[in-house]
């Protein structure tokens, strides 16, 4: 019986562009929006609101953290300023890193690697947020316009998903997650040596400990808010009741879940921060105010 507006249609009779794989839910057609089956509207959408600005501002932020990134993890100098290492080149993993007492200089790579060494790191934090559920949603809207706001047409023509390369790639996200918790345990170390002189002197505090203390918990609300860490805690139990420590995890990282975006930008522009504050002093553009 039909509903509402829909036509009847006896059995078998179905229009053409229904049947075979579209009926049963598979990609678009090439036609994409603009198919037999869809709405015959001539405009691209019907908004009238300034739609493309939020992904505006997501690609313009995106964008320039990428060219201040690339900029600091080429640039091999201004990463080091007793007692403060940059985040962006902690652990220093080759022997041509600044001289290090006390800190994390580990020569693992030995004397061949030329490069920055920041680019031995780099690659476990990026790739987790490359591959980030909601940066996936950020840069896929501000970048590719697929789609680039709600009821905003994309204008793709057919659509394939995270199902081929390079996009397959994203799945690989659970994996960075793990790479990044030991990246993020040793940005924690990082934090507590803050707490010394340039003398290495314990029981000391400055500006530049408390920028480091603010970006260690945003990256920790960050990786702990992750959609695989939620998953990872307690996403196969089947009954919670019989997991009451990790349904209470899961409750907790849920929660930080929620506020997912927030705690994505935050940590971005926490971890932009820090490097840029080592940087200022390593350069000698001013000396760390000291508290105590």
Known sequence: MATGTEPSAEPGTEPPELKGPARR???????????????????????????????????????AFIVYSTWRAFSNADYYAA?????????????????M???PNWEIFGSWWGLSPALLILIFPLGFRLTCYYYRKAYYRGFWASPPACAVAEPHTTYTGETRFP????????????????VAG??????????RDEHYA?????????IFLV??????????????????????LRH??????????WGWVGRLNAHHMLLAWSSLISVALADFYVYLVASGAFDDPRFF
């Open 25 to 63: 839910g598979a990609r678009a057609r090439p036609s994409g929006v603009h198919g037999a089956s869809r709405a015959a509207i001539a405009a691209r959408h019907l908004r009238t609101d300034r739609w493309w600005l939020a992904p505006a501002v997501t690609a313009g932020g995106l964008l």
């Open 215 to 236: 970006n260690i918990a945003l990256i920790w609300a960050y990786t702990l808010s992750c959609h695989s860490c939620r998953h990872i805690i307690g996403g196969r």
């Open 202 to 210: 314990w029981g000391h505090m400055g500006l530049g400990s408390l």
């Open 186 to 195: 040793i940005l924690t170390y990082d934090t507590v040596l803050s707490f």
């Open 101 to 103: 007492r006390h800190g």
């Open 83 to 99: 007692p403060y290492v940059s985040p962006f080149y902690s652990p220093c993993l080759a022997e041509n890193c600044a001289p």
């Open 240 to 249: 919670f009741s019989k997991h009451p420590v990790r349904y209470r995890l």
């Open 167 to 182: 996009l397959i790639m994203q799945n690989i996200h659970r994996y960075f997650f793990y790479a990044a918790l030991p």
